[in-house]
């Protein structure tokens, strides 16, 4: 028989939002880096020099230290920057089981990313 794996869904991780025409943008996802193709619910910072967005590093110096917004669908920027839907402010409530994190951040990455994103309106729960 045949297994079927079902992979993450676009905005799969919002638990709720108050608008999505408020809470979410377009913007642009820069090329290249660490993980070029990101999933539905990648945590993301902001590139302070070009301001675009990769995902989250708390190791970073450019930016993408501090959590900003979570990527709503998935985004492939192997080749070229790419525009990709986020959730960019809230208020939203979002699912923290479901947001993915680029590498392996501990636990206290992760808590300072949830309080970077509560500063911004997102809530994790």
Do not use: Q
């Not at 297994?3 to 905005?11: I, M």
């Not at 709503?72 to 699912?95: E, F, M, Q, S």
């Amino acid at each position: 028989m045949t297994t079927l794996t079902e992979t993450r869904h676009a905005g799969g991780f919002i638990t709720w939002e108050a608008a999505r025409d408020y809470c979410r943008e377009v913007v642009t996802i820069a090329t290249g880096g660490a993980n070029p193709v990101l999933e539905p619910g990648t945590v993301l910072g902001k590139i302070t020099a070009s301001g675009k967005y990769a995902a989250h590093d708390p190791a970073a110096l450019d930016g993408t230290e501090t959590a900003v917004a979570v990527l709503w669908g998935k985004a492939d920027a192997t080749a070229a920057d790419v525009d990709a839907v986020v959730l960019l402010r809230g208020p939203a409530i979002v699912n923290a089981n479901d947001l993915v994190f680029a590498g392996t951040p501990t636990a206290p990455e992760i808590t300072a990313a949830h309080t970077a994103l509560a500063v911004v309106g997102i809530l994790t729960r």
